[in-house]
């Protein structure tokens, strides 16, 4: 993540948890006014806590986990002095990477794994959104396992297409991504067409809505009709929807998970909800950072975070960049926010901490640069698709 905007965005961020920890209050509730100056020892003093939890792993290597962790604070350290001393400069790269990793290992803005089925308020980096994760209780359990990866016929956490999400468990159908479902197609050669209906049969496609860290446990089906969007275009102008159709294997588990609620709610993409939560499976990127002065950030994120990519997370975040206010999206039906993803997010719900989705992630990788189709914007389209909208059947 680089450019004035996301540095601008990170420092923000890295301020407002300085200012609740100072405060006692919770991240959703701080206000969003003026940018202030983060307090580099408390973000330093954050840092070196959270690398403790970060270093308690099966695969660290001691001693290059401490060369990352020694390179990571003296960057930190350096772009809060900066911001202390103006919280509007301009960040250079290399302070930027050090402040994205800040805000996923300090409780910010993490991606929490799920562990069978759910996500443990109690866990270290979930920080400022235990209260949030304790009082979700069920409908949040509901919710994720509603959350499904759709994977090649021998998947791996390197090797699938991305996420979707339950819409209509009587008829078996999941929401992902017009671009997820034109991987699969792409990945293949079995896929056909099916006139009668219009809708592409696929062969050698499946969705697990398992597949999480540490277990071997797995809940599959097989992917056997899709529809894709009609609506095509460039960038914001394309729908970046697709439904498909799951049927239960022989050996496998012959219920579909309960459908979340898909919710033509305004709130979520206006963002006057606190915060939100987004639940899928980020894959590892094409590339993390790059090499800033001599630094490989990617070789530093990797040994600090670990390599476990392709498992099922949950990533709380806010809008930040509310419906309508973006200026590409000519059709205002994308609204952006902040919660931490990866490519294999792709096809994710946008959660209003419970089984009610607003929204469908299609694109991003950072803090900054996270996009969403609002369900309350693409109803008619999704209704078109086969999806039934809360209230709206």
Not at 364 to 391: F, K, Q
Request: net charge negative; charged share 25%.
């Amino acid at each position: 993540m680089t450019g004035a905007l996301a540095g601008q965005r990170l420092g923000r961020l890295v301020a407002e948890r300085s200012l609740a920890d100072g405060t006692g209050v919770t991240l959703e509730s701080m206000p969003r006014a003026e940018v202030t100056p983060p307090g580099a020892a408390e973000v330093t003093g954050r840092v070196e806590q959270a690398a403790r939890h970060l270093a308690d792993r099966p695969d660290v290597d001691d001693r290059e986990f401490r060369r990352a962790l020694d390179l990571w604070l003296r960057t930190t350290d350096r772009a809060a002095r900066r911001l202390d001393d103006d919280p509007d400069a301009p960040l250079p790269p290399d302070e930027v990477y050090a402040l994205e990793a800040v805000v996923r290992a300090d409780g910010t803005r993490p991606s929490l794994l799920v562990r069978n089925g759910v996500v443990d308020p109690a866990q270290p980096l979930a920080a400022g959104w235990a209260g949030q994760l304790a009082s979700a209780g069920d409908r949040l359990t509901r919710a994720i396992s509603a959350v499904g990866r759709v994977e090649p016929t021998h998947p791996s956490g390197s090797d699938f297409f991305g996420t979707c999400w339950v819409v209509d468990d009587r008829n078996g159908l999941v929401l992902t991504n017009r671009h997820v479902l034109a991987a699969v197609i792409e990945r293949s050669p079995h896929a056909r067409a099916r006139r009668s209906k219009g809708f592409r049969v696929l062969d050698g496609a499946f969705v697990d809505f398992a597949a999480e860290a540490g277990s071997s446990d797995v809940r599959r089906y097989r992917v056997v009709e899709a529809t894709p969007s009609r609506v095509d275009g460039t960038i914001f102008a394309r729908l970046d929807a697709a439904v498909l159709r799951i049927e239960p294997l022989p050996d496998g588990p012959q219920e579909v998970p309960d459908a979340l609620t898909v919710s033509a709610d305004p709130d979520g993409p206006l963002g006057r909800l606190g915060s939100h939560c987004i639940v899928g499976y980020p894959a590892q990127p094409l590339y993390e950072s790059g090499t800033v002065e001599g630094v490989d950030w990617t070789w530093v994120t990797r040994t600090l975070f670990g390599n476990v990519y392709g498992v099922k997370r949950l990533a709380p975040g806010m809008t930040h960049r509310p419906l309508g206010s973006i200026p590409r999206d000519k059709r205002r039906w994308v609204f952006g926010h902040d919660a931490t993803t990866l490519g294999g997010n792709s096809g994710s719900p946008a959660l209003a901490w419970s089984d009610s989705a607003f929204g469908l992630h299609f694109a991003g990788r950072s803090i900054d640069t996270n996009y969403a189709h609002a369900v309350s914007a693409i109803t008619s389209e999704l209704r078109a698709l086969g999806v039934p909208i809360d209230g709206l059947g």
